[in-house]
């Protein structure tokens, strides 16, 4: 033990700020510790106070009043064996009346304060059925019974695993339904790694962005492009990287892209300014914009007031000053938005990054037309959507226009397996769609082929020959 | 180029990969003075790869021309000389995921084989990470000693020529995960456990036979690992193409004088001659496809 603390273990404690995932069963949640915060989880709550100091992976139990106690060392009382058991069920009748327990009696159970373990054993010894079942019957039944009455949470440090689990089985919407196997497949082939420039765009909640940094491990750099008013991140916020990682991060506005590309971004001042007020680009910007306008016609009508009151008075400079700290924070932040622009920009203007993911909600098509000019030749792109059809079309105009090899578009399927001494099944309930990858290598962009384009008569059969060659 | 990091241009002493057109690809060491046939005419190395951009058109002798490409482990695990059996892609992205391999990870392989998967791990865990990987087979394992050493990815990985069943990892306690793709996994549980650190690291063992997983299962709960977790994953590659479909031809429609009236309306819907078709775009899984590899079993070892 003394050589294991080393290994560990500053960080493998948990404090204040961080975050993690709950987990129950095979049902995860992920939180961040807070002083004295009431947390829901699974029809119960809690507070996590009690888990600081803690190591990860340790279990807790549930006890009333909602705080955590450590779980006693390992199956000090896994005491439930049954010594009898039947052969079949022939003699199983189900008349509703085996378990002798009322409701009402499994509640002042549960009211007394009972162990989980304890009410499981009460229901056992109650069922008049329970001796007659087979070893599995009664397995199954002792293991639902469990999962229903014992309360046993573990809290785990979050990684691309647990995390793209708990969204696949809580809100798969969240993340266009990306199954977890899906995502595997992203970071593969995408050949995600520390040291890279890679170009994500996304709309999973900041799953996917998360799971790139994760790859990543702090090194390189990761620009997120994001549409609307700003990128969503709450699914890489959950990962709780330290803080260098976000230093490797950088975010583009899709809506500057063609200027961008046309070399017409505007990186002065007056441009971050003309464009918090133009085109609902900045929603949060834009509503600050308006109050302080609202602000400035309120405080009109009363700066004619003023000569008469000194206390008004008073009060008006107050405004003013706060209303300038306001205006002066404001340009502070307009700065550092602009410092980011430029940043990211800078990243892009070479085109030369090393690797392209986008999975959003958005037509997949116009996105990977326009960001794949940002890519290196010779480097993967990976294209999640969770209907087939617009990575279809993806493929066949890539092929029209070239510049990428190696295309697939590939699904995958996942099947869960029970495996027990005599019960070794799949799992019954397999998930229908993890959605659709179109994936493939960038290669330099022929010269020749764009100089025929523009003569657009002649050169149907060398276009043939070209897709012949650069097919699949 | 290496393995774990990208260039621009091709080097002498780079692995490249020659991609010669519909999933045929070909690696090739270039060398000053070296010559590389394919299909298309021959490419000369000092002349035709080195300097050249990767991703870049190279023209051979005979007129045609190749791309060549930035070798990555997915490019690799397609091109690379079989040794043994080898995993392929879909498996190998649950494997990364599910073991949480990340940059900084250290793992612990067996066996190497032909070392497919051992590219990819040191993809994921460079710059800082670290892999053992041990085979048995002593040829083998020499040979994977000078491919990696070929892929500049050495400094990453120490290859140790033994049996994991009797002698482990050849490491105690700095693991954080494991991979076990030998016949008989549930033997090499213990040295598995041992490997791994105190704070607890993950597992994953490949067996094709159920009756392997059913063993290792049993090995895995008796030494005291959670979260046990048996998948199997399946790649469907689809093929997008044009398919026509023509229109049955139903005859001139009989009843013309009750369908007079209406015909009257809709003048130009009429003429339906027999070779009407409909063109559609759709993507086809292949005739037949690969139905199965190994079960991934999966567990987490907890914190001593």
Known sequence: MAECENDSDVESRISYRDYVVLKRGDVFKSVQVENKKKVVFEKQWFFLDNAVGQLFGTRFEIEAGGSLKLKAAKHSGDSLDSKEAGQDNRHIVDDGSSQKLTRDDIETLKEQGLKGQEIVQQLIDNSTTFKGKTEFAQEKYIKKKKKKYESEISILKPSTRLLAMMYHGREPGKICHLRYDTLAQILTLGNIHAGSKILVFETCAGLVLGSVMERMGGFGSVIQMYPGGGPTRAGMESFGFPSHFHETLHEFPLCKVNALLAGTLDLSEKDAESEVSGSGNGQSESTQETSAVSEEKNSEPQSMEVSIDPQEEMRREERERLREKKAQEKKVKMEEKRKKLASAAALLEGRNADGLVIASRFHPCPVLMCLLKFIAPSRPFVVYCQYREPLIECYTKLREQGGAISLRLTDSWLRHYQVLPNRTHPVLLMSGGGGYLLSGTTVAADAAKARNQHKSEEPVAKRLKLDEISSA | ?304
């Open chain 2, 1 to 304: 180029m290496s393995f774990v990091e990208y260039s621009e241009i091709i080097q002498e002493g780079d692995v490249v990969i020659i991609f010669l057109g519909h999933e045929s690809m070909m690696p090739v060491m270039v060398q000053s003075g070296a010559q590389t046939q394919t299909r298309y005419g021959v490419i000369r190395h000092s002349s035709d790869l080195i300097g050249q951009r990767f991703g870049s058109k190279v023209t051979c002798s005979k007129g045609g021309w190749v791309y060549v490409l930035h070798p990555t482990p997915e490019l690799w695990t397609v091109n690379l000389p079989h040794r043994t059996q080898i995993l392929y892609t879909t498996d190998i992205a649950n494997i990364t995921l599910m073991l949480e391999l990340k940059p900084g990870s250290v793992v612990c392989e067996s066996g190497t084989g032909s070392g497919s998967l051992s590219h990819s791990i040191l993809r994921t865990i460079a710059p800082t990470g670290h892999l053992h990987t041990v085979e048995f087979h002593a040829q083998r394992a020499e040979k994977a000693i000078q491919e990696f050493k070929e892929h500049k990815v050495s400094h990453l990985v120490t290859v140790r020529n033994q049996d994991v069943c009797k002698d482990g990892f050849g490491i105690t306690g700095i693991a954080d995960a494991v991979f076990l793709d030998i016949p008989s996994p549930w033997e090499a549980i213990t040295h598995a456990k041992s490997a791994i650190k105190c704070k607890g690291g993950r597992i994953c063992s490949f067996s094709p036979c159920i009756e392997q997983v059913q063993r290792t299962c049993e090995a895995l709960l008796d030494h005291g690992f959670e979260e046990i977790c048996t998948l199997e994953v399946l790649l469907r590659v689809h093929d997008v193409r044009t398919v026509t479909l023509p229109s049955p031809d139903f005859g001139p429609e009989e009843d013309s004088r009750s369908s007079q009236v209406a015909s009257d309306l809709s003048q130009d819907e009429v003429p339906n001659s027999g070779n009407t078709s409909v063109i559609c775009r759709t993507a086809t899984p292949p005739r037949e496809m690969a139905g199965h590899t190994g079960y991934l079993t999966f567990a987490t070892k907890p914190r001593d």
